[in-house]
């Protein structure tokens, strides 16, 4: 209901801006479609990868390792994986509910994710070389220690 809601809005917001100024609405359109085109190469391989990954790894083996019964070791395990792993949330979040439906627990996964939004080992060296490494550590470290504390309140309210 919900999509629908937005997608209705956008489309009404869609055709006044066409009606207004068709020009601008149809270089809006054009920019939306190259971005689309430039981000598309590097989708289809992030979602062929996971894919894959899912179609190897039962229910089981996921269960096993971000389980409900993993847990504190799980949890530790997405802090890790999303803390180097790179990848956008568009991808991100559907991956969570696949990786949910497939037997992990819910604080494994609000690790995983959280750490994977806001943690960005991989980009590190990019970080310091545009904020400085003290900055960057403690960036890091920070989204790290909220990433923590987040799991932590997911945890506590499920029990």
């Known amino acids: 209901m919900t999509s629908i809601i937005i997608y209705s809005v956008v489309t ?9 100024s068709p020009q601008k609405t149809k270089k809006a359109f054009k920019i939306g479609f ?6 598309l190469p590097s989708i289809i391989p992030m979602m062929i990868g996971i894919g ?15 389980g409900e019964k993993s847990g504190f070791l799980g949890v530790l395990i ?3 994986i999303g803390s180097v792993a790179f990848m956008p949330s568009f991808v991100a979040f559907p991956l969570g509910a ?5 037997g992990a627990g819910y604080p494994q996964i609000a690790a995983f994710i959280s750490s994977l939004m806001a943690v960005g080992f991989m ?16 960036r890091n470290l920070t989204a790290l220690v909220a990433s923590s504390a987040f799991v932590f309140v997911i945890w506590r309210a499920l029990l």
Not at 34 to 39: D, E, I, M, Q, R
Not at 98 to 102: D, S
Request: no cysteine.
């Open 123 to 138: 980009s590190l060296g990019l970080e310091i070389k545009y904020f400085g490494k003290k900055t960057a550590l403690i």
């Open 78 to 80: 997405g802090l890790g």
């Open 12 to 20: 009404f917001l869609m055709i006044i801006s066409f009606i207004k």
């Open 98 to 102: 696949n990786l949910l439906a497939h």
């Open 52 to 66: 894959i990954v899912l179609s190897l790894l039962s229910p089981e083996t996921v269960s096993s390792i971000l």
């Open 34 to 39: 190259n971005s689309f085109k430039k981000l």
